[in-house]
């Protein structure tokens, strides 16, 4: 397994465990109608250091692999991983703006848009590891 397929696993690993924070977050929140900034402050942070400590501890595990290029295989297989993980960004983002205009809730705007920035980065992760995986 390659480094960045490693690295894949981690990070999707790290952005669902988040993401599902995230969503207990928004939905904790969804009767009382807004969401304290605390919460949301907490939840980056958790995100940015759960981040850091996976690419370390990946870096020192493959301190060889880190340093390597990425080869064009893994190449096409991120860039197509971006698209489709677009894909899924434009798809959640327009549903929450469809939603807003049903419902002309601004605080469900906002945690779909935020769900939907989530989302695509889990997919995208998702869909580099089936890249790798089958082969681009």
Known sequence: MSFREKSAWAMGAVMLVTGLLYLQIALGHSDEGSTEIHDLVHWVILAI???????????IASRKETKLP???????????????????????A????????????????????????????????????????RGV
């Open 49 to 59: 250091i759960g981040s850091i400590v996976v690419q370390v501890a990946l870096a």
């Open 70 to 92: 990425a080869d064009e295989r893994e190449r096409i297989a991120i860039y197509r991983a971006g698209n489709w993980s677009g894909i899924v960004m434009a798809v959640c």
């Open 94 to 133: 327009v549903s929450g703006a469809l939603n807003y205009l049903v419902h002309g809730n601004g605080d469900i705007l906002f945690h779909s848009v935020i769900g939907s920035l989530i989302a695509a980065q889990f997919a995208d992760y998702a869909f580099q590891i089936v890249f790798f995986r």
